[in-house]
Nanobody, 124 residues
Framework: QVQPIESGGGLVQAGGSLKLSCAASGRSFSRYALAWFRQAPGKERECVAAIGWSGGSTFYADSVKGRFTISRDNAKNTVYLQMNSLKPEDTADYYC?????????????????WGQGTQVTVSS
């Protein structure tokens, strides 16, 4: 069992960068697939990036490919989301999620553990 805790959100101008971190308490962190989801007001929660247990497999939503990078440090029980070239449409609450899996799930119902979320606002 892990408890994800996100940090790093905030307000940034369009074209800027932010790096989100998610520290997960608990043991056997390397067994978990991890993902970043986001939810904007009035919209469904969507997976923007996911990473497998070893870090060798990743998924990116088309809307963030080439701009966002997900990575993990199993020694620090932490997953990161580097967000570059931010756009106003990236404004949302961002959630870290974890699940025991050898695959890279991208649907919210595949994930067992969720953080409380961190807000990202991109001004135009």
């Amino acid at each position: 069992q892990v408890q994800p805790i996100e940090s790093g959100g905030g307000l940034v101008q369009a074209g800027g960068s932010l790096k989100l971190s998610c520290a997960a308490s608990g043991r056997s962190f390397s067994r978990y697939a991890l993902a970043w989801f986001r939810q904007a007001p009035g919209k469904e929660r969507e997976c923007v990036a996911a990473i497998g247990w070893s870090g060798g497999s990743t998924f990116y939503a088309d809307s963030v490919k080439g701009r966002f990078t997900i990575s993990r440090d199993n020694a620090k029980n932490t997953v990161y989301l580097q967000m570059n070239s931010l756009k106003p449409e990236d404004t949302a609450d961002y959630y870290c999620a974890a699940t025991v899996s050898f695959k890279v799930p991208v649907r919210s119902y595949d994930y067992t553990y969720w953080g409380q979320g961190t807000q990202v606002t991109v001004s135009s």
